[in-house]
């Protein structure tokens, strides 16, 4: 938990590149292989993940959590998979699956706990991590999970517990950037400046220098801002974020043309981002360019929409999944038939109606769903029938 991804105040893509898959049972020599155990399946699931290839990757979970319903890594795969489209409540019942079986099984159990917060069920959050921390009270991430927690519910009680963490253990420095965040939602800007200069001395992070960035921005020093930010770019070119603020804080400056160019920076790193489109616009606008304005507002309005849509579509999709998981088929198709008319270019809906048809007897209409997912998403094979 504090030696990988980015520094986010809740700790923690490219199309698959198979051909097409057929869609009858006999696979010809060269086609890819759908993985009929839930092992194979999961294995397959994050090596699509690892390829930026999510969709399919979630469709896979899903078959490998009915597959194998007891196995607590497919559960906690399926949960993470499932927080990230917003599916909090089905993400929290998989890490609840996970930990019936390995209660042990310390990162469901943090996964549980920030996914809780996340759906606004902050106070059992808490509790939960309380009672980690009450069974090692001298482990320093436990009160690190309980620090994430409480961040969101008692700012003091999460400073004061991540101060905790910084006793145990000095060096964490996702506690101490943790820590800085917690200062600057309570307007305690020195001290967040303080507190992210020692985690630089500590780890020096593109996060650490990204908040630090919006920390002087905020505080009207400009000149500091871009100079942080500019840093945190030169130490992750990829950093979609410092590069979306950096243009934010050149359009604040009316440098029209170094703002355009860093937002388009931030739209190829992350295409999907409303406001990055947002921001390009009024930037343009600004520069007396009204038609690529326009065009951008209209993207920005888009990209809500579609985001919208996929989220209340992934939402029906997990309802369904399990709902097919606990054997009522019929009524799944009816879940996954709601999710593909919220948007039908859901491919993990079209990819579970095939499982659900398929053990409903419907081999015709389940070879049509999965050629449907397949088309929308390649990684998606289907599995033989019967599975």
Same mark, same amino acid.
């Given at each position: 938990?504090?030696?990988?991804?980015?520094?986010?105040?809740?700790?923690?893509?490219?199309?698959?590149?198979?051909?097409?898959?057929?869609?009858?049972?006999?696979?010809?020599?060269?086609?890819?292989?759908?993985?009929?155990?839930?092992?194979?399946?999961?294995?397959?699931?994050?090596?699509?993940?690892?390829?930026?290839?999510?969709?399919?990757?979630?469709?896979?979970?899903?078959?490998?959590?009915?597959?194998?319903?007891?196995?607590?890594?497919?559960?906690?795969?399926?949960?993470?998979?499932?927080?990230?489209?917003?599916?909090?409540?089905?993400?929290?019942?998989?890490?609840?699956?996970?930990?019936?079986?390995?209660?042990?099984?310390?990162?469901?159990?943090?996964?549980?706990?920030?996914?809780?917060?996340?759906?606004?069920?902050?106070?059992?959050?808490?509790?939960?991590?309380?009672?980690?921390?009450?069974?090692?009270?001298?482990?320093?991430?436990?009160?690190?999970?309980?620090?994430?927690?409480?961040?969101?519910?008692?700012?003091?009680?999460?400073?004061?517990?991540?101060?905790?963490?910084?006793?145990?253990?000095?060096?964490?420095?996702?506690?101490?950037?943790?820590?800085?965040?917690?200062?600057?939602?309570?307007?305690?800007?020195?001290?967040?400046?303080?507190?992210?200069?020692?985690?630089?001395?500590?780890?020096?992070?593109?996060?650490?220098?990204?908040?630090?960035?919006?920390?002087?921005?905020?505080?009207?020093?400009?000149?500091?801002?871009?100079?942080?930010?500019?840093?945190?770019?030169?130490?992750?070119?990829?950093?979609?974020?410092?590069?979306?603020?950096?243009?934010?804080?050149?359009?604040?400056?009316?440098?029209? =043309? $170094? #703002?355009?160019?860093?937002? %388009? /920076? +931030? @739209? &190829?790193?992350?295409?999907?981002?409303?406001? *990055? !489109?947002?921001?390009?616009?009024?930037?343009?606008?600004?520069?007396?360019?009204?038609?690529?304005?326009?065009?951008?507002?209209?993207?920005?309005?888009?990209?809500?929409?579609?985001?919208?849509?996929?989220?209340?579509?992934?939402?029906?999709?997990?309802?369904?999944?399990?709902?097919?998981?606990?054997?009522?088929? =019929? $009524? #799944?198709?009816?879940?996954? %038939? /709601? +999710? @593909? &008319?919220?948007?039908?270019?859901?491919?993990? *809906? !079209?990819?579970?109606?095939?499982?659900?048809?398929?053990?409903?007897?419907?081999?015709?209409?389940?070879?049509?769903?999965?050629?449907?997912?397949?088309?929308?998403?390649?990684?998606?094979?289907?599995?033989?029938?019967?599975?």
């Amino acid at each position: 938990m504090r030696r990988s991804g980015r520094l986010t105040p809740v700790v923690l893509l490219v199309m698959s590149t198979l051909p097409s898959p057929r869609v009858d049972a006999q696979a010809a020599p060269g086609d890819p292989v759908h993985p009929s155990s839930g092992r194979a399946a999961y294995a397959r699931a994050r090596q699509l993940d690892a390829e930026g290839n999510d969709s399919a990757a979630l469709a896979l979970l899903w078959y490998a959590s009915g597959a194998a319903p007891h196995d607590p890594d497919i559960q906690n795969a399926l949960g993470e998979a499932l927080a990230r489209i917003g599916a909090l409540d089905a993400a929290i019942d998989a890490y609840s699956r996970a930990l019936a079986e390995r209660p042990e099984f310390r990162k469901a159990a943090n996964n549980r706990i920030l996914t809780l917060v996340k759906a606004g069920r902050g106070e059992e959050a808490v509790a939960r991590a309380r009672a980690l921390v009450a069974s090692a009270p001298q482990d320093a991430d436990r009160h690190f999970t309980l620090g994430l927690a409480e961040s969101e519910q008692d700012v003091d009680a999460a400073i004061a517990t991540f101060m905790r963490v910084l006793q145990l253990d000095p060096g964490h420095a996702l506690a101490r950037y943790n820590l800085a965040l917690v200062l600057k939602r309570a307007d305690r800007l020195p001290e967040a400046v303080e507190t992210l200069t020692r985690a630089l001395e500590i780890e020096p992070r593109p996060e650490a220098l990204y908040t630090l960035g919006v920390i002087y921005w905020q505080q009207g020093d400009t000149d500091a801002a871009l100079r942080t930010l500019r840093s945190a770019i030169a130490a992750d070119a990829r950093y979609a974020d410092a590069q979306y603020t950096l243009g934010a804080v050149l359009a604040a400056r009316k440098d029209w =043309a $170094g #703002a355009a160019d860093a937002l %388009r /920076r +931030a @739209i &190829a790193l992350r295409p999907g981002t409303p406001g *990055a !489109h947002d921001t390009l616009a009024r930037v343009l606008l600004q520069s007396g360019d009204a038609a690529a304005s326009a065009a951008e507002f209209a993207e920005a309005a888009r990209l809500r929409r579609r985001a919208a849509r996929q989220q209340e579509a992934g939402v029906w999709t997990a309802v369904g999944s399990r709902t097919l998981e606990i054997g009522n088929a =019929a $009524g #799944a198709v009816d879940q996954f %038939r /709601r +999710a @593909i &008319a919220v948007w039908e270019e859901y491919a993990p *809906a !079209h990819y579970q109606m095939g499982l659900a048809l398929q053990k409903l007897g419907d081999r015709e209409a389940s070879r049509s769903a999965f050629a449907r997912a397949a088309q929308l998403n390649p990684g998606l094979v289907p599995p033989p029938p019967g599975r």
